[in-house]
């Protein structure tokens, strides 16, 4: 169960970093608001259509659980951050900002989930935001602002992925995921309102949008399904696979040449995290001895 939900997130991050180019590419054309609208519109319906098939009913009293309804929230606010995000600032930075993300989850599963978390991986952690810091650089003259956004659609998603491990478990993951993308539609419709520049209907624009539907709704599923598969701790440091496929797509597409600080931020990231990983594996090895006498559960918390 574990192995499958790891290989979900990492095929997840694949499909993401695609989407992430088809969002980039749509929003070169069209407004931000007007992308996301047909995305969510576009995604929805192919969950829905899915739902269907697999008669999975979507119109339940558990939509209006609290936990849903959280999630919902959090999912508002990522899909907004990240998609303004994308469309401002290059994919390697991008990607590298939003690698953050499993230390986020670590530290919201220390505070919520009440799992324990050590003093080497808080350290971890704050090294790993030290590293996003050297990638945003807000001292510097490279820094335009809309950084802040791929800052803020992580925390949204961190926060979406912790309340997904808190939804009930009876409530199938194709029905969260429907939700979820339903509920970024009236979003993507108030930027869209506020876009200041008109629609754009073009083929190129309506393929790439068609494109983002595909991998995003994709790769949205498989990320729901695996963080519902195994503990946060241990899945959600293979996001860190994003941090290859989303700059190489940035490079071979759009022509990104990241500078030096942003690898080396990236570096520390990455670092940071497969630190976190490896320390949950040998927690996990050193705890599961208690159960039978061995090791005292204070070695848990190291």
Same mark, same amino acid.
């Given at each position: ?5 790891i ?8 499909l993401?970093?695609g989407s ?17 609208? *047909? ?9 829905v ?6 008669? $999975? ?5 558990d939509?209006l ?14 899909a ?26 670590t ?5 919520f989930?009440?799992?324990e ?12 935001l030290?590293?996003? *810091?050297?990638?945003?650089r ?7 602002g ?11 998603l ?5 309340v997904?491990?808190?939804?009930p ?10 939700w979820?993308?339903?509920i ?23 393929w ?5 539907v595909? $991998?995003?709704?994709?790769g949205?599923?498989a990320?729901t ?12 440091p293979?996001?860190?696979?994003r941090?290859i496929?989303?700059p ?8 990104d ?6 690898? $080396? ?11 976190t ?14 159960a039978?006498?061995?090791l005292?559960?204070a070695?848990a918390?190291?």
């Open positions: 169960m574990t192995l499958r939900a290989l979900l997130m990492i095929l997840s991050m694949a993401l970093a992430d180019a088809f969002y980039k590419l749509a929003t070169q054309i069209a407004p931000i608001g007007q992308v996301m609208t *047909l995305v969510s519109l576009g995604g929805t319906a192919l969950f259509a899915m739902a269907a098939v697999m008669g $999975v009913r979507l119109v339940t009293r939509a659980h609290p936990m849903i309804l959280l999630r919902n929230a959090f999912e508002v606010i990522g907004i951050g990240l998609v303004t995000g994308i469309a401002h600032v290059s994919l390697p930075v991008f990607a590298a900002i939003i690698q953050t993300g499993p230390l986020v989850v530290v919201g599963a220390a505070i989930l009440k799992e978390i050590g003093p080497r991986r808080w350290a971890a952690v704050a090294i790993g030290f590293g996003m *810091l050297l990638v945003i807000p001292w510097s003259a490279t820094f335009t809309w950084e802040l956004f791929a800052v803020m659609g992580i925390a949204g961190s926060g979406r992925d912790l997904t491990r808190l939804s478990s009876h409530i199938p993951a194709l029905a969260i995921s429907t979820g993308f339903g970024t539609i009236p979003a993507g419709m108030v930027l869209w309102l506020l876009a200041e520049t008109p629609a754009d209907w073009s083929a190129p624009t309506l790439f949008v068609l494109g983002a595909v $991998v995003t709704t994709t949205y599923l990320i399904t695996a963080m519902r598969l195994a503990p946060a701790s241990i899945v959600a293979f996001r860190y696979t941090l496929f989303t190489a797509l940035g490079m071979l597409i759009f022509g040449r990241p500078d030096l600080m942003t690898y $080396v931020g990236a570096a520390v990231i990455f670092a940071a995290g497969l630190y990983f490896v320390r949950e594996r040998a927690l996990a090895r050193q705890v599961a001895p208690v039978t006498g061995g005292p559960p070695r918390a190291k």
